[in-house]
């Protein structure tokens, strides 16, 4: 591509040579490249492996081909589906927002991210023309499935006695991102408390006499 340096782009590569092929390495490599190509002025640019095996010698070839896109910018980005979750969770895990360069590579960034938080059954972004030729709109469909766990188990212990134990948790809590969690326990000679939130702890053991809050490490 004119006026790239690819030589500031070699050291960037996740996958090696020499290393066992994995395809997640190629897919982290094409994010870190979309995004490197954006700081050095090429917003529209993307890189593309092209793999070449050689089955003779158990043998994986890639070359990264660096092409200019068209001058194309997102004019909105549309969210369905999300009946639960809130779409400021979903549009952080955007590295683009609205007014910025359109780029393949960062939009499936962000839709392996989703499908990562394990919020959604399915998560679908697709592009559809916009107001003009040079812009387009982000269509994200995502279907939600339950965050929430609840688990109850028992035992025993010399020094504590017959112990049971109840914990409830929400890795989206009330749609939020967060995570929290809530364990109550109760036994013969101790009981206690725990809730768990991403910044706070609290902990009130009912066998010590004292409550205590702190943050969370």
């Known amino acids: 591509m004119p006026g790239l340096d690819a030589e500031k782009l070699r050291g960037l590569p996740v996958a090696r040579p020499g290393a066992p092929f994995d395809g997640n390495a190629l897919d982290k490599t094409d994010d870190i490249l979309a995004i490197e190509l954006s700081k050095l002025g090429f917003p529209f640019a993307h890189a593309t492996p ?22 194309t910018y997102v004019e909105r980005i ?53 107001s003009t030729a040079d812009h387009v709109v982000l269509d994200v469909e995502v279907t939600e499935q339950s965050t929430g766990e609840f688990n109850i ?39 206690g408390i725990d809730l768990r939130h991403r910044s706070l702890t609290f902990s009130a053991p009912a066998s010590r006499g004292h409550r205590a809050l702190r943050s969370a490490k």
Request: net charge positive; no cysteine; hydrophobic share 30%.
């Open 153 to 191: 188990s028992g035992g025993y212990s010399t020094t504590d006695g017959l112990l049971a134990e109840a914990k409830l948790g929400d890795r989206n809590f009330l749609g939020s991102g967060d995570a929290v969690n809530a364990s109550v326990t109760y036994g013969q000679y101790a009981r």
């Open 50 to 71: 092209r793999i070449t095996r050689d089955a003779a010698a158990k043998r994986i070839d890639v070359a990264f081909t660096i092409d200019q896109g068209p001058r």
């Open 78 to 130: 549309e969210i369905h589906g999300n009946t639960r979750t809130r779409d400021y969770v979903i549009r952080r895990e955007f590295d683009i927002a609205e007014g910025d360069a359109f780029n393949k590579s960062l939009i499936d960034r962000a839709e392996r991210r989703l499908k990562n938080l394990n919020y959604f059954k399915t998560v679908k972004i697709s592009d559809k023309p916009g």
